[in-house]
Antibody, heavy 121, light 113 residues
Framework: EVQLLESGGGLVQPGGSLRLSCAAS????????MTWVRQAPGTGLEWVAGIGGSGGWTKYADSVRGRFTISRENSKNTLYLQMNSLRGEDSAIYYCARGVTADTIWYLDVWGRGTLVTVSS | DIVMTQSPDSLAVSLGERATVNCKSSQNVLYSSDNKNYLAWYQQKPGQPPKLIIY???TRESGVPDRFIGSGSGTDFTLTVSSLQAEDVAVYYCHQYYDAPHTFGQGTKLEIK
């Protein structure tokens, strides 16, 4: 069964850092581009960042560029999101989602259940 | 960035009736080289992650009932639920993957009248 399991969320102060992880199973991890999508409480979806299957390219939303870094460790079937200089508006459920090829994200066919990040003093 | 605008924000339809959700993109998402619209639809039920239901604007994901129909091209798209069932109550999002950063519509909440 294909699964994505996020972890690493929690409460952090403004200006702080957090690293999210997404453990993948049930498919060849390196053969798929991956993304992070977030959803603030009671609101819609926001695409955050994406990375190619080999990690050779990354893309970011303007709202997080320069503060967040997406990476992956294919030997561990794990996707990461390093979040620095966190702000209140970064508070959200962060979902890990799978793209459909190694080179392109396109649509997102599998989603994890998400991990909650709360930025507050 | 491409802005995706959905209408209406919420919709109440009787069981067995048709529900229609619209999505408009600020730029064309039809890629001329492959003649594909880079547009997907997701369904999100309370407390659950989004679920892919339609991609390439009109292709149903495996296992999705055929009452879900995607249509449109260029900048204007529609998701139709041909005969609403109780289990279809959810928020529906369109998503363009034509250009990075990818963007989503604000969501349409579909309820039973």
């Amino acid at each position: 069964e294909v699964q994505l399991l996020e972890s690493g969320g929690g409460l952090v102060q403004p200006g702080g850092s957090l690293r999210l992880s997404c453990a993948a199973s049930g498919f060849t991890f390196s053969s798929r581009a991956m993304t992070w999508v977030r959803q603030a409480p009671g609101t819609g979806l926001e695409w955050v960042a994406g990375i190619g299957g080999s990690g050779g390219w990354t893309k970011y939303a303007d709202s997080v560029r320069g503060r967040f870094t997406i990476s992956r460790e294919n030997s561990k079937n794990t996707l990461y999101l390093q979040m620095n200089s966190l702000r209140g508006e970064d508070s959200a459920i962060y979902y890990c989602a799978r793209g459909v090829t190694a080179d392109t994200i396109w649509y997102l066919d599998v989603w994890g259940r998400g991990t909650l990040v709360t930025v507050s003093s | 960035d491409i802005v995706m605008t959905q209408s209406p924000d919420s919709l109440a339809v009787s069981l067995g009736e048709r529900a229609t959700v619209n999505c408009k993109s600020s730029q064309n998402v039809l890629y001329s080289s492959d003649n594909k619209n880079y547009l997907a639809w997701y369904q999100q039920k309370p407390g659950q992650p989004p679920k892919l239901i339609i991609y390439w604007a009109s292709t149903r994901e495996s296992g999705v009932p055929d009452r879900f129909i995607g249509s449109g091209s260029g900048t204007d798209f529609t998701l139709t639920v041909s005969s609403l069932q109780a289990e279809d109550v959810a928020v529906y999002y369109c998503h363009q993957y034509y250009d990075a950063p990818h963007t989503f519509g604000q969501g349409t909440k579909l309820e039973i009248k």
